[in-house]
Structure formats: structure tokens, C-alpha cells
């Protein structure tokens, strides 16, 4: 029996938050196949022996007309049941079309204010018959392998100065003043800065104002390699990235810098700590809030998470 999982997002971060569910799922069916429209995990899911395969639907997915299209395309899959967290007409007619006897989706016409966590976790728990299903699970990656990234005698931490969206960022020259304040300590610190090879002009400014051999930018390294070396840190601070949702599902405290981020992306995990600004509830933080970045201080970060260092 081959069992698909459909995850409708393009963002890492999102697809992460769903791995629990998709482990539920295996442990009942056997390993997944996911299909989702992000282009990055399967390079993240290699080696869960939960997810048989990760498939990226790059097409056939933006018009209505294009129905037919995905419909060859789920039946060259020769599924048997599909779980589609989604309320789309068109993937649940396609899938219908294709011939996969058992689909099961989140209700249609309801995209509205649905709560990724929530109304995942509600699903997983309806179809499969279970109560108290996790929200949060382990992301596996090859343990071995892991030992090769740590640092005797240092402890590693990850800093998230990158994002997708422009919003979400607060601003490399506070990630620069913040490891100002760690240089300051006792303990002994290696710094890692993550972001995209389009930002990699912030992670130089941050390196080249510091003049320390322990600061390494991951602007360039493959997705392959940045798992390791998050998976390998002692802590996360950053911006609304995939960087968290790595950290948080390897047990690794993560600290989320709120200025645009829906509750939802930082609600499913124990390891996963919210930084928002003052008299500002976290309800009110969502996709488009374009809060001030300076709302959050250097000070009010650093406060925050020197008890973990």
C-alpha cells in the first residue's frame, strides 16, 4: 500500500511544521511519500526512514485549467490512500480523477483563518483515530555524519540574520552588536550566520567588522550541509526562517525574533521561544504586521537568552 502526504507550501519552515503529522501517518501506513511544492525538502528529508520519497510539484498547480494535467500526474504515482492538508476542489478532483481510492483532505471551501498547527493536528487526529497527536517530532539526519561539525571546548550558536521576506528581518547591525555582547563573556562562543547567498553581503559586513576567526558565514553551503551545522549548535536566534524549525525539531532552544510572523510557525515546538516587542500581544503579530525592527532592542534579545549561555 503506498500512502502520499500533499503539502501545499513553498517555504521549508512550513513543510517542517508538518513532519509530525507526516510521522503519524507513516507509523500507520508505512514510510510516505510527501509531494509538495517546496523545492528544498527532500534535500532536508533524505534520510528519515519514515518518508520513502520527496517529490517536487513545480507545475500543474496554479490553474484551475491545469486539473488534468496534475490528475496524470498523481496517477503516475500509483497511490493508494493520499492525505491532502489543503481545502483545494482542484487537488481533491485531480486526485479523484487519477484513481487513488482513499483521499482524505482538510473541509473543503475553509481556507479561511485556518491555523497551520491546529488544524493539522486536529486532522491527523480525525482520520487516523488518535487523541493527543504530537505537534512536534525529531528531524532524523545521519548522526555519524553530525559528529564531523562540533566544536571542542565551544559552544556553537546559530545566528538567523537571514529571511525570505524583508519584513521579517531585524537588521544585521543588531546580529553584529548582539555577538559584541557575547565576546564580552567568559564562555567562549562559535558563530555561525545563516542566510541566503542573496544576503551574504550582510553576513560579510558582520564578519568584517568583527575580525574574529570564530564568525563563519553559511551564505554559500548547500541546504545538505546548513542542517548539520544548525543540528550540531547549542542555540538559535534569528529571524522568522527554517533555521528555527530545524533547530526546534533537533531539541536545540531557538529564539524567534516576532515581526511579522503568524503565532502558528512558533506554537508547536517546547524548544521554540518567542522575542516580541513590548505591549504588543502576539496575537496581533501576523504575515504584513511590518513592525519596527528597532521595537526589539539588542538588550531585550541578549536578556532573553543569557540564561541559556
Known sequence: MKTGIFLSY??????????????????????????????????????????????????YHKKFLDILNLS?????????????????????LACKISGIKHIYQYPLFKKKNLH?????KRFTEKILKIENCPTETKLNIDEKKLKNYKFENKKTIIL??????????????????????????????????????????AANEIIKELNIP????????NISEVIYYISSSN????????????????????FIIMLDTPEAYTSYSKFQNRIIPQNISIDKITHDTR??????????VFNSIKQFI
Open 72 to 92: 496524470a500526474f498523481f496517477k503516475n504515482l500509483k497511490l493508494d490512500n493520499i492525505f491532502i492538508f489543503y481545502p483545494s476542489v482542484r487537488y481533491f
Open 291 to 300: 513592525l519596527d525592527p528597532n521595537l526589539i532592542g539588542v538588550d531585550d
Open 116 to 120: 497551520l498547527v491546529k488544524t493539522a
Open 160 to 201: 538567523g540574520i537571514g529571511s525570505s521576506g524583508p519584513t521579517t528581518k531585524w537588521g544585521y547591525k543588531n546580529y553584529l552588536s548582539l555577538i559584541k555582547k557575547f565576546e564580552n563573556l567568559e564562555s567562549k562562543f562559535h558563530y555561525f550566520l545563516l542566510c541566503g547567498p542573496d544576503e551574504s553581503d
Open 10 to 59: 513553498k517555504g521549508i519552515g512550513a513543510n517542517l511544521l508538518h513532519l509530525s503529522y507526516c510521522h503519524q501517518i507513516a507509523e500507520r501506513f508505512g514510510p510516505v511519500t510527501i509531494i509538495t511544492l517546496c523545492s528544498k525538502l527532500d534535500k532536508i528529508l533524505k534520510t528519515d526512514p519514515k518518508i520513502k520519497e520527496v517529490i517536487y510539484l513545480d507545475k
Open 235 to 254: 542555540l538559535f536566534i534569528g529571524n522568522d526562517s527554517f533555521g528555527h524549525h530545524i533547530a526546534s525539531q533537533r531539541k536545540i532552544p531557538s
Open 214 to 221: 570564530n564568525c563563519k558565514s553559511l551564505a554559500n553551503e
